[in-house]
Every structure is written in structure tokens, then in C-alpha cells.
């Protein structure tokens, strides 16, 4: 996936170039380049601001935790050079936004004379040009005290170049439509980072970043909003792309981001559809009710979750979730018992785990660190991947454990063959599922690595190491290397074909149409009895009961306005029913929970 701070920074910088913030006489290029799919050749880069008399700015841009380490090793050659280099994003920003002080990683970055950038750039860019023009760039431009900036205004949306698109997975590009998130999520460094307040682009904005985009041939996007759904002005920017779709003729698709709630704004999914959405990323994070609570992400209710799947399944848009494993209640043994639920009672078509890290910027971080608690010094490892603290309930070598464990127990084949036949009944395309499904299945067991940091084909070069670390002998490197190509292709292979089977299986069903499972059950035939997802523990029962309870009661208050102030209203008895409340067999075909608003 393509970085949107990288798309905006780049942006603005083109943009003050064009503006000429230098003066004539003095013009600005700028180039972007991603790491994880260009290899940086630093004596290069060294060599062309050298030719240029010394006169550029090395900026690394949109730095996360688990990068500030690499970030920091790609200043040194330039620092030794004499060339400016500046690290931005949301380490430095988390950092900056929640500790009382600066960690020793950014002292020590400021000792080498990296300049350090918190903050969002739209209002800041020519300043920092300015400055590094003078080569008089501060050792801190610390913005996270200011107001943010108003995203309506803003006159260089986010931009990258097609050559640039050209290496991302599916040639997707990406820009934020709007920031901020109005949810507490302890594990979130969004929402103190880019605030809890929601800030959004127009709709011209969009459709400006949407046709500069298609007339250099990119037509896929992802909108990076942590939570679309919660972006005030998203009806509004769904009409402007769907008449760009339906009267202008623009093959627009997207991958959006949105909560588990996402279902009770009316016409969202809808007009998700229209507007081209093909894939959604949802946070479900977890099924425990306790483990919610505890990471204050309230608005996750279990007793949606299938409705919501379900929603997404109707209109055919493929549907990515996240699932986070090391929250307070997990054990590797009810992490396994959850997964099998979620298999067999939930439509995903995809899942992704991530280990519970306390990223500096996050809540989490902040509380732990005011106590004292251990939290692993290595930034390397702040990438959700490995455990970086301790647990109550498991060691560390269990917690990793289940993490690894997990992608195995839900991408076996037998599961590969129902994801790949629920979404063949549902009208999505299991061509297009089939290469995503081969992506996320093999990323951890083959390469050791989340599907989001994977590449099919990795490329090296023996002599781009760490900072302090030798090179190897190039016979020990390139037999080591052609062993793991081997190893790779062989298990790829074999994974590519055993799905291609499947599909062909699939396609040559005459009734695979009609497949049906308890996942693709309709919430209003389901039995609550029977359901795993609601009698998986303690914590589930009393979630589930209090949620029906107020739904309930949203219908009877709902069908008391309908009466006339209350006068003559149907009255729900509520009954026990296996420490259930239920409506009584009178009101069933009300489908009480269905008319409730948002709890």
C-alpha cells in the first residue's frame, strides 16, 4: 500500500515549487521514493544535491515506530555528506503528543543532526523549504499544540506520481478524504495524533484528486480515513464520485476503511456500491465484549457484527478485518476457540491479526510508561508483529505463539474452500478473491512477515545492511539466497495451485449459487441459543443480554410514537430464554433489534 503522508507531503512540496516559494531564480525538484518497493541508492542521491551545489532537504516522510530505526540509518550517509535530512510522522508526532518528554531514540536522532518534524505539513511546507533553502532548518518544528489544519482549504491534495503507482500492489494510490476519529480506542495513535475531531476535503477537493489521478492512467484508490463512515461529509463525496462514475464515465474503484456500526447510516453500503467501492477494511479487533471494554472501543457490538457482514455480503464488496490478539482476557487457548467462531458463524472474507502493541502515541503506550511497565526498547519490532511487553495470561513465547498460530488455524484449506463459496454465492467475483486469499494465507508461514509488509518476490542486495553490520561474503549470500527463492517458489507454487482447484471446483457446482452456511444466515432466522459468537463466555451473555435489552426498548419506544404518546402501544414482555431476553413470539416478525438505532 502506497503512504498517504508520502502522497501529501509530496503534494504540498509540489505544489510550493510551483508557487515558486524560493524566488525564480532559485527552482525546486522533487522526487518520491518508497523503500519497500525502490531500493534507495544513496551514493546516487549524494551525488546529484552535491552537483547541485549542496542544495536539497532529505525528508523521510510518514515514519512509523517500527521505521524510525531504519529512518535514522538512511540519515547517516547523507548527514556525513553534509546534506540536510528531516524524519516527520506518526512516531515522532505520537512521541511529541502524549510523553512528558522526548524518548532517548529522537534525542539521539537530534545528536546526529537529523531535524525532527511533528505535526501535519499542510500549513508548514513553505517554512521548512524555506528554511532548508538556508540551510538553517531548527532541530524541531513541534506543531502538535496548534490547531490542526482545516482540510477544506487546503490547495494541493495528496499526489503521487504514476511511475511511483506503478510499483504498489495493483497499481493503487492513495489520499485521506478526511482525519480524526471520534472513538477512544486505547491502542489508536490517530486519534491523538490527527485528533478526535472530524476534518474533511470537499467534494471538489476529491474530485480534483480523483481526475488528476485518472489522466496519468491510476483509476484505484484507497481512502485512508481511519473511519470513512464517521467523515461528516461522506454522503457528499460518495454523490460527486458517483456521478463521476455514472455521468462522466470515470472507472473509479476504492478500498475504504469504516466501523463495525457502519451499517445503521442509512444508504452507506449502498452507496459504497455505486460509488465503486470493491473492498472494506473493518475493525473488529476482537469478539470478547471484556476485551472491547478494556480497549475502550465501545462502539463494537457483537450482536452486529453479522448483521454488518451480511450488508457488505448483499451488495458483493469484498470484506477485510482486522482482529488484534494480547488483550487482557486472551489465552492462546481462547484465541484458537474464537477464531473457529468467527470461521464458522461470521461471512469475513479475509482476517488479519496483529499482536497488541503499546505504539508510542497511543494511550496504551502512555499509561504504561507512567507506571514503568517493560516495554521492549527495539522500535524494530513495533510493527504489530512481535510482542513487545508482558501479559497477565501468557508468556511471551505463548503470545507470539498464538499470533503465528493464528493465521494457520483460519487460512487452512478447508476454510479457503467456504470463504471462496460463501463469496460465490454472494455475487463476488472469486477470480478476484482467489489472488487476495493466495496473498494473505502465505505472507507469515512463507516470508515471516503481516500480508500488508509482503512482497511476492523480495529483492536484496548484499550490500544494503544495517547501520554496524558487516557484509556478508558474497558466496554465503548468494547461496543463501537462491536456497530461500527456491524454498519460497516451491511453497507458492504449490499454495497457487491448491487454490486454483478450489475455484475451479467452485465454478463447475451447478448448485454452488445456493450455498448456504449458518455464517450466511439471516440474523433474524439465527437462534441465540445456538450461537458460539454470543455463548463463548461470561462477558458475551451479559453484553448480548444488555444489547437486546435496549434494543428492545428502542422498539417499544419507537412503536409508542407510533401509537401516540405511548396510549394503546404493544407491550414487550421481555422473558429469560437461557440468560437471553428475547421479544415474546408476538413480536418476533417485529425483528426488534433491526429498528433499534445505534446503541
Not at 509540489?14 to 522533487?30: F, N
Not at 435496549?550 to 410514537?561: L, P
Amino acid at each position: 500500500m502506497p503512504s498517504n503522508s508520502l502522497a501529501a507531503v509530496y503534494g504540498l512540496a509540489v505544489d510550493a515549487a510551483e508557487r515558486g516559494v524560493l524566488g525564480p531564480d532559485l527552482p525546486i525538484d522533487v522526487t518520491a521514493i518508497d523503500e519497500t518497493n525502490k531500493r534507495v541508492r544513496f551514493d546516487e542521491l549524494i551525488k546529484l544535491i552535491k552537483d547541485n551545489g549542496g542544495e536539497g532537504l532529505v525528508g523521510i516522510v510518514g515514519v512509523q515506530s517500527n521505521e524510525f530505526p531504519r529512518s535514522v540509518d538512511i540519515a547517516r550517509p547523507f548527514l556525513a555528506e553534509g546534506i540536510q535530512v528531516m524524519i516527520g510522522g506518526f512516531h515522532v508526532s505520537g512521541c511529541l503528543s502524549m510523553l512528558p518528554e522526548l524518548p532517548d531514540d529522537i534525542k539521539a536522532a537530534q545528536d546526529l543532526g537529523i531535524s525532527i518534524f511533528a505535526g501535519e505539513a499542510e500549513e508548514h511546507m513553505d517554512t521548512v523549504i524555506r528554511d532548508a533553502a538556508a540551510h538553517n532548518l531548527q532541530p524541531i518544528y513541534n506543531h502538535m499544540k496548534e490547531e490542526l489544519p482545516c482540510l477544506a482549504d487546503v490547495p494541493a491534495p495528496p499526489f503521487l506520481p504514476k511511475d511511483f503507482v506503478d510499483r504498489t500492489v495493483g497499481n493503487v494510490t492513495s489520499f485521506d478524504a478526511g482525519r480524526g476519529c471520534p472513538f477512544q480506542c486505547s491502542f489508536c495513535t490517530i486519534i491523538n495524533v490527527q485528533g478526535r475531531k472530524s476534518r474533511y476535503r470537499t467534494p471538489d477537493s476529491i474530485e480534483k484528486i480523483l481526475r488528476s489521478n485518472y489522466e496519468q492512467g491510476v483509476n484505484r484508490f484507497f481512502i485512508t480515513d481511519d473511519n470513512f463512515a464517521r467523515n461528516k461529509d461522506w454522503e457528499a463525496i460518495y454523490d460527486r464520485i458517483i456521478k463521476l462514475r455514472e455521468e462522466d464515465g470515470l472507472d473509479v474503484r476504492f478500498m475504504i476503511q469504516v466501523d463495525t456500526l457502519c451499517h445503521k447510516i442509512p444508504n452507506f453500503i449502498e452507496k459504497s456500491k455505486r460509488a465503486g467501492v470493491t473492498r472494506v477494511f473493518l475493525g473488529l479487533e476482537n469478539i470478547n465484549p471484556a476485551n472491547l471494554i478494556a480497549a475502550k472501543k465501545r462502539q463494537n457490538k457483537i450482536t452486529e457484527y453479522r448483521k454488518m457482514l451480511l450488508e457488505w455480503k448483499r451488495v458483493g464488496i469484498m470484506t477485510f478485518a482486522g482482529y488484534i490478539l494480547g488483550f487482557p482476557n486472551d489465552t492462546p487457548e481462547s484465541i484458537k476457540q474464537d477464531l473457529e467462531i468467527i470461521k464458522s458463524e461470521l461471512p469475513l472474507d479475509m482476517l488479519e491479526f496483529f499482536i497488541l502493541t503499546p505504539l508510542p502515541g497511543s494511550e496504551d503506550h502512555q499509561v504504561l510508561s507512567k507506571k514503568g511497565v517493560w516495554m521492549d526498547p527495539d522500535m524494530n519490532k513495533y510493527e504489530l508483529e512481535h510482542v513487545v511487553t508482558g501479559h497477565e495470561k501468557m508468556s511471551k513465547e505463548e503470545w507470539q505463539g498464538a499470533y503465528e498460530s493464528a493465521w494457520r488455524i483460519f487460512y487452512t484449506r478447508e476454510h479457503l474452500e467456504t470463504v471462496l463459496r460463501r463469496a460465490y454465492a454472494s455475487g463476488v467475483n472469486i477470480r478476484s478473491l482467489m489472488p487476495v486469499l493466495f496473498w494473505f494465507k502465505n505472507a507469515v508461514p512463507v516470508e515471516g512477515l503481516h500480508p500488508l509488509q509482503w512482497g511476492i518476490f523480495r529483492i536484496k542486495h548484499r550490500k544494503d545492511r544495517r547501520s554496524g553490520l558487516p557484509i556478508e561474503n558474497p558466496i554465503t549470500f548468494y547461496a543463501k539466497y537462491a536456497a530461500e527463492i527456491a524454498r519460497k517458489a516451491t511453497l507458492l507454487g504449490k499454495s497457487w495451485w491448491e487454490l486454483k482447484r478450489i475455484v475451479k471446483k467452485i465454478e463447475a457446482d451447478p448448485h454452488a449459487a445456493d450455498y448456504k452456511d449458518q455464517a450466511l444466515t439471516a440474523v433474524a432466522e439465527e437462534d441465540s441459543e445456538h450461537m458460539g459468537l454470543y455463548n463463548q463466555n461470561e462477558a458475551a451473555r451479559v453484553a448480548v443480554q444488555r444489547e437486546l435489552r435496549v434494543a428492545n426498548k428502542a422498539t417499544v419506544q419507537a412503536n409508542g410514537a407510533a401509537n401516540g404518546n405511548g396510549k394503546g402501544q404493544p407491550k414487550l414482555s421481555v422473558k429469560p430464554k437461557n440468560g437471553f431476553a428475547t421479544p415474546d413470539a408476538a413480536n418476533e416478525s417485529g425483528a426488534a433489534g433491526e429498528k433499534a438505532p445505534a446503541a
